[in-house]
């Protein structure tokens, strides 16, 4: 880990300390006090409460003798005392290690084992999957596990203590810098074994600005946060920048679809972030068009590519609410690019440009700058950046370019005017008899077929043409198609080399719990059935 340093003590004159999460919302409730910051299930709290039931959290992993800088992981469903635990941990000097709550066994292991975390916090339904880890001989360097909500455990409970008004409410005794440690953001390993993203308070903070600007969040919006929070968007896209502006948040569990639009009409929401793997289902549902959505002014997309046909067709259906593509990367904290609302007419497929505090660029495969529509990497400098990578000095030294430009590993195109579109992963372009294709092209044609529910294209090994394009489609409900179908709607609109040359219908596509498609295991999947 890198050194933790404090800030010097103040002195007459001298400028105030930089920022530090902590510091943001602490502003936030002087400001907010009364006003209610968190919305889940039947309980409400406002800034004051929140602020003191994060502190009575943090003085209770005070108490446990762990030094700032400890690592303190999260394995858990959207909750408040997820939300609690985050505040305490960043207010305490602690570092806070979301772990994707659908990972068991040995990718478990991995999470608790890379991170060095000391302290666990689990769903009660996840202490067994935590048991077994260490049965068989993994976390060893675990010495505490709580639970996020009262579970009849030995040890306390986030939402219980975070409740008793008998503990001490006042701001724990802790010294943060803003260089210090806030998180260890995983990336969701897609192409590769997760790395922990070293995300210091300075560059979420600056992160937080950007997306406040680049969204047009206002305090007035009352956004629902419905994502997974473990996943860098949900949490440091929407929750905390707007827990910063004094915003009422509702926060749910999960995703899941009628609740969200009956809550949009019951509550009021203003502002809905959702991943496209929720928005295409939400696009088809028969609620959607019973439900008064008149408050929805803001609707968020991003995590993976949006189907543009799809895109359309909310647009069309939904006039009144203004559409923002979200484009990032868990290392910039995430958020790097968006679209706005008004730039979707002109460019529906483009991700935007770059927000208020990432500088980007686009270069090609030899290193010299991409000419506008060429295809290219893009590459970042920002105050938003990882610190590096935890305990992988060689992953951080191969992430940066030798002038200093992060590498993202997206391939994009970007005009004349700035705008970028992301062409695909460089990783996932398909290399069929020596030319190269994008599966997203391919994909948004097959998108445009009505029975088309979801598509993933990939590149399967094949002796002649050396990775063979295979559309692998889910259908509608009570839907039928026939692979010529697609294969024929795809030949009238696409080259004939990007034509699938193999099309599999399946029940469902493999993704993480973010949202996004796991390419490589639907890869490792189709190339052991074709065994």
């Keep these: 880990m890198t050194e933790q340093t404090s800030p010097a003590a103040p002195t007459a004159g001298s400028p105030s300390p930089e920022d530090t999460i902590g510091r943001l919302f602490t502003r936030a409730v002087a400001r907010h006090p009364e006003t209610v910051a968190l919305r889940f299930e039947d309980r409400d709290w406002t800034y004051a409460q929140l602020r003191d ?55 478990l292991a991995h999470a608790l084992e890379d991170s060095g975390a000391e302290l666990l916090v689990a769903d009660a339904g996840m202490l067994e999957r935590v048991e077994q880890v260490r049965a068989d001989g993994g976390g060893a360097g675990l010495r505490h596990v709580w639970t996020m909500l009262p579970a009849g455990h ?6 219980e203590t975070a409740q008793d008004e008998t503990l001490d409410a006042a701001a724990p005794e802790a010294e943060v810098s803003a260089t210090d440690l806030a998180q260890l953001l995983y990336t ?119 189907p543009v046909t799809v895109l359309q067709r909310l647009r069309q259906s939904q006039p009144g609410i203004g559409f923002y593509n979200c484009f990032g990367q868990s290392e910039l904290g995430p958020l790097c690019t968006v679209l706005r609302p008004e730039e979707h007419d002109a460019r529906p497929a483009s991700c935007g440009r770059p927000v208020f505090h990432v500088e980007a660029r686009v270069m090609t495969a030899d290193g010299a700058p991409a000419a506008p529509g060429e295809p290219g990497e893009i590459q970042y400098r920002s105050p938003q950046l990882l610190s590096g990578y935890w305990n992988r000095p060689d992953a951080t030294a191969d992430a940066f370019t030798d002038d200093g430009w992060f590498r993202s590993g997206d391939q994009v195109t970007q005009d004349a005017a700035g705008y970028i ?8 372009v398909i290399n069929t008899g020596g030319v190269l294709v994008a599966p997203r092209e391919v994909e948004d044609a097959i998108y445009e077929l009505d029975e ?50 193999r099309v599999d219908f399946v029940a469902e596509l493999p993704r993480n719990q973010s949202g996004k498609l796991l390419k490589r295991a639907l890869r490792a999947e189709r190339t052991q059935e074709a065994r």
């Design 188 to 306: 969701s390993g897609t192409t590769s074994t997760p790395k922990g993203a070293m995300m210091s308070h300075r560059a979420l903070v600056a992160e937080y600005l950007s997306c406040i600007i680049a969204l047009d969040f206002t305090a007035e919006d009352r956004p629902l946060v419905a994502m997974p929070l473990y996943h860098s968007a949900a949490m440091h896209v929407f929750l905390l920048p707007y827990l910063s502006l004094g915003a009422t948040v509702r926060l749910l569990a999960a995703p899941d679809i009628p609740r969200m639009l009956e809550l949009v009409e019951t509550e009021h929401i203003g502002s809905l972030f959702l991943a496209p793997t929720v928005w295409v289902p939400l696009a088809n549902h028969p609620d959607l068009a019973t439900r008064d959505l008149s408050s929805l002014r803001k609707a968020q997309y991003g995590a993976s590519i949006m």
């Design 154 to 159: 030995a040890e306390p409970s986030v939402l």
């Design 53 to 107: 039931g994060a502190h009575r959290v943090a003085r209770r992993l005070q108490d446990t003798g762990l030094p700032a800088g400890t690592r303190v992981a999260a394995y858990a469903t959207n909750s408040d005392a997820y939300a609690l635990l985050f505040l305490a941990c960043v207010t305490a000097g602690y570092v806070h290690v979301p772990v994707n709550f659908a990972l068991k066994g040995g990718e």
């Design 452 to 501: 088309v529910a979801e598509v993933a294209v990939i590149g399967l090994p094949d002796e002649r043409w050396i990775e063979a394009v295979t559309a692998v489609v889910v259908l509608k409900e009570g839907a039928e198609l026939t692979a010529e179908t697609v294969r024929t709607h795809v030949k009238e609109r696409l080259a004939g080399f990007k034509v699938p040359k």
């Design 421 to 428: 579109q992301v062409v695909d992963r460089i990783k996932d």
